[in-house]
């Protein structure tokens, strides 16, 4: 009746043509000033989903703070966004993975700005890869900086917020497939997934001190860092594209707005929140009849006559 | 050790004075305009948080229309809100267990305002109740306005817009114990996970037409029809306020700035996802440790050095 | 470099083929007479799993009594069973929907029995739609006996468990969709989340009174009734079987076995659980990119070394 | 109406007495010789539930190894079970942390018996202790056991089952707030929830070489490692029975059971399921209502009357 070709997406509807109906809306959406005299720190700042979160955060009125390894790419993220918004930028180099050097990371923040209301866990790496290819050490390389890294950046700040009576926004950036697992990229489902349970587990026990635990988890938004690593090729994007209801990619700004929006006191009841924003990528992969998208109308017609005339069971 | 008393949260810090860390922040949060020229219907937005939510759609420049069973509630908060707003807010009268009202409903909005851009189903039931109590019609009343009420609205509504090719932005209100369940309000944490996969399963179904499903999960806020049949002597509220890591029940201003925020384009790329908005109280319930927060510092220190103690399992 | 046949699964290994790493062990697991003196009810046990389930437990020794609408075939499954296994199996008709006639069906196996001390909720209607073809009756057929149907069969059960003092196992077979929702089986999906929250509270509520209650969610299974409502020209099934990781559809006498476990006494510390039982098709199903299982290894050398070139993000 | 004592859970029916309806039933469930001519290999098998695990399997016919740090702990061990049994028990020295370790343990392995045919992965490291708390090196002593050392393990078989194109069953033993989180055991939380993508991720990617992966939850069973490191007072325990809904602890036995079952054929079909095990304590946790287990039936009377006075919303 329906063909391999039809049940993997091709018919009816051509795929994608109803992101008509899903335009992004970029512009920053809280109310200017939200963030006036707030600090924030964003790990993996300087690039991609980071530096649109410090963008839009700077644009509301925070002085922003930007760590991870390349301190030649914070800085010029740093001034580029300073310029912009006319809000101070700090760049500082720290590679998450190693405690003293977030410890030191977090001295110099003291130092500049004094301790962080708004945290955002960013830093992150990734790549595509089978299973039995991976070493314990490419298995370590994802791992210390998605799960060690967040850990050790969120304990610091936390502890030091707690002695200093200070209460904080803690929002990390996970992934869909955080709580499902997926092959190909294990690490980082692992790691993700542990990032999950630490912020959702710090929610409960923080709460008393001043701190909000929040998760986005994004879908597949272009950038340079998660694409060339994750889609070389560039073949994977049509078939994502294809199983994405609202039939397109997400947009940095996008997500900016949803994260400044968690960060922020419109939010401060969030807490212990686990946000997918991923176009419905998800239920759509989840969903186990859902490739039945491909039957055409004239198809069901028929479906529909052979399943009426079913007698018994 | 620690005794009965201390177990159960009355010692350290009193509970809920890190409320303070948490301050609602109650403005509309959208930029004015955000819903201009665009029509609302939320259901059960004559009370509560339908009220609420009507009320900020309303100032951000929607047109609503509001519908449940009693009318002069209904006409009497639209009235309200119009006047201050300065946008039409309509009353409709529809009993949404009944599935031909539902549909002569839809055949008055679509003459009052065209078919709606944004479509809140909140209209629920609920009472608390020891399950060998329930008979049969106390499981109906529930499930027949919180699963089958939001399935009628939605389906009709769906098979309109589609036939319209229009797209729109449906967002269902459950609650944090629709995935966990709960005794005691059965029906209702029964219904509400329905409602839960019907908007999970549209998501994916129906992003190909244009509309997005989201849903969200508030922990307690108070309102009238709520709390009067869920804590009617108010004294489950000191216990749910003691576990809530914010120190504070939510309120209807907040709920409803995230409710147009998700119904906003600014969310255009949000679909399936699904929201608690509780201020912590599901993981601080659901972890199975966090009753230590009881456990005072000098305790702990003991407890460091028995644990320290221990050799070999 | 992958092409679109290639990225939906048909290169590499044949889909399938590890199916013989897995082969169905279809023996009675528990040992025999693990049921001697012990009542069982299962309602659809004429036909499908409930047959395969109710012949396990009789095996096992257990008194069953089977209960659905079409009284003819339930009495030859009784006969058919009870002939091979030297154990009665009672018929007793039941429309599970109308409370009434569960409450007269209770009558009876009160009368025949005695209340069961094993409970299989597992009656169910289903069938593929597109959800925009659904009218409110269609929604009402499929969730009336699912969700309300075991709900009647679960309270007026418990109720008298309560009153006579007696404990009692209780199962519902769901499905995999059930959390996720899918599209095209949407009645079905929310009556099953329904069902499921529906055993999670009452495990919850019900321990007190020597309860227990647990779910079991099956992926694919051929059975006349599933597979000629869901997959009437068989085209479907290919699709499914190919993603499933152990390569095959499960067997009814391997949920037969599992179904027993749960309801022995060797479980009996097992309440408000959840098992998939699918042969791992949800995790692949809900992993973003498990479609990388079509790349070669030779295309894996080619997008490593991609990989491996990428500099900064 | 009701006062704090009573909301704690000591009116009514006295807390555990409900456990006389789920008595543990700890003889050997599945038919012997079921492990005949497998290998098992089972982490941490020394000690608690590990050594209840391998002492299942070796009387099921299995050929056991067991492997953990402490060598004479795990010789003692592998000569009482094999002593009873009569099957053999293998003791090797492995520090899962360590991958070079865990590769000469498989050299070991294979040296011995071949490769496992199933495989148990329960070592563990966990203590109770506030996160401000936390240094980075406790942080990495938890995680490291728990998410590394399962990963090295995993990997390192897998790769090598894989190049001998032998099928395996895999299971981790993870914990019932591995996803919800919890307060107070921060590291075991995370490092179990990666634990879990791990095994959910690999479910979905290796079913095609034969490999199936599944996981148990176990809630609180008695074992000297546990329970001195978590409640090493005692004073936890009484609580943690109170809203257990069967009423008591699990038993080694039990799980051992549960185990055997999922690592057998009988389970051929289960990949990627997540059992949770633990008298129903999670749901009971979780549920928002579930407290009101206090009220007594004069106060549900008393309730109900107000709820019925209750007028409009
Ligand atoms: N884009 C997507 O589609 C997508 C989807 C799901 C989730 N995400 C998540 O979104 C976040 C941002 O990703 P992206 O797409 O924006 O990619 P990206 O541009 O590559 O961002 C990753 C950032 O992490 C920083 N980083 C890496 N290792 C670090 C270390 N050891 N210490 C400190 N910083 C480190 C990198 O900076 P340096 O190189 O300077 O250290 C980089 O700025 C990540 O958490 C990612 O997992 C993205
Ligand atoms: N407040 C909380 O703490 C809380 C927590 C979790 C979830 N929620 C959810 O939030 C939503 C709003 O609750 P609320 O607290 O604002 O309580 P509420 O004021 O009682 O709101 C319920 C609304 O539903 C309407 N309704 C009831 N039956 C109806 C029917 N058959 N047809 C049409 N409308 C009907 C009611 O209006 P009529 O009487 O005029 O029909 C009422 O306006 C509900 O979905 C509730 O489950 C609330
Ligand atoms: N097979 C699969 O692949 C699969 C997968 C996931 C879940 N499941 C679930 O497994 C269970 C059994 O399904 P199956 O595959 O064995 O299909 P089936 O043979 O069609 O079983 C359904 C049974 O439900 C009974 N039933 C239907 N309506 C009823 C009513 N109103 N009152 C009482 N009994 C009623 C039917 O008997 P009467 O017609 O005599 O009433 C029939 O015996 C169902 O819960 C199904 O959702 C099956
Ligand atoms: N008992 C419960 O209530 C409970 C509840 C939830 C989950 N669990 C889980 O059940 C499993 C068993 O726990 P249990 O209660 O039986 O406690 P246990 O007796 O302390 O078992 C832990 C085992 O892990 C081994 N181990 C620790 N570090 C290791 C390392 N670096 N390398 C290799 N082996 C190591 C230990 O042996 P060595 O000291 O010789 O290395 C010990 O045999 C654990 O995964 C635990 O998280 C238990």
Not at 105 to 110: H, L, N, S
Not at 173 to 193: D, L, M, N, R, W
Not at 291 to 312: C, H, N
């Given at each position: ?17 109803q ?35 410090t ?13 991870s ?11 580029e ?13 720290c ?21 962080p209301?708004v ?59 955080a ?13 993700k ?13 923080w ?39 609202t ?6 700004a ?5 994260a ?21 990528e ?12 491909s039957?055409?109308p ?16």
């Amino acid at each position: 009746l329906y063909n391999h070709h039809q049940l993997h997406g091709s018919t009816g509807l051509r795929s994608g043509s109803q992101a008509n109906f899903f335009p992004p809306l970029e512009d920053a959406m809280l109310p200017s000033g939200s963030f006036n005299n707030r600090m924030a720190l964003i790990t993996g700042g300087g690039t991609g989903l980071g530096r649109a979160m410090t963008a839009t955060l700077s644009q509301l009125g925070a002085q922003c703070i930007i760590a991870s390894r390349k301190l030649d790419v914070l800085q010029r993220t740093a001034e580029e966004i300073s310029s912009q918004t006319g809000n101070k930028v700090h760049a500082v180099q720290c590679d998450v993975r190693d405690p003293q050097a977030v410890s030191q990371c977090v001295d110099q923040i003291e130092a500049l700005t004094g301790l962080p209301d708004v945290i955002i866990n960013n830093a992150a790496g990734n790549f595509v890869c089978p299973s039995e290819r991976l070493s314990p050490n490419a298995w370590k390389t994802i791992t210390d900086i998605v799960l060690n890294g967040t850990a050790f950046v969120t304990l610091e700040l936390g502890k030091r917020l707690i002695q200093n009576q200070k209460g904080a926004s803690f929002l990390a950036i996970t992934t869909i497939y955080a709580e499902s697992g997926s092959g190909f990229v294990v690490p980082s489902a692992s790691a993700k997934a542990g990032v999950e349970a630490l912020y959702k587990s710090l929610a409960a026990e923080w709460g008393r001190y001043g701190h909000r635990f929040n998760i986005i988890q994004p879908g597949p938004i272009r950038t340079k860092g998660a694409f060339s690593r994750l889609d070389p090729t560039g073949a994977f994007e049509k078939a994502m594209i294809d199983r994405i209801p609202t039939g397109r990619l997400g947009t940095p700004a996008e997500i900016a707005n949803l994260a400044a929006y968690v960060s922020s006191n419109y939010a401060s009841w969030m807490s212990g929140a686990v946000i997918r924003f991923d176009g419905g990528e998800y239920v759509s992969l989840a969903g186990e009849f859902n490739e039945l998208r491909s039957v055409t109308p004239d198809q069901w017609k028929l479906l529909e006559a052979m399943i009426r005339k079913t007698k018994g069971s």
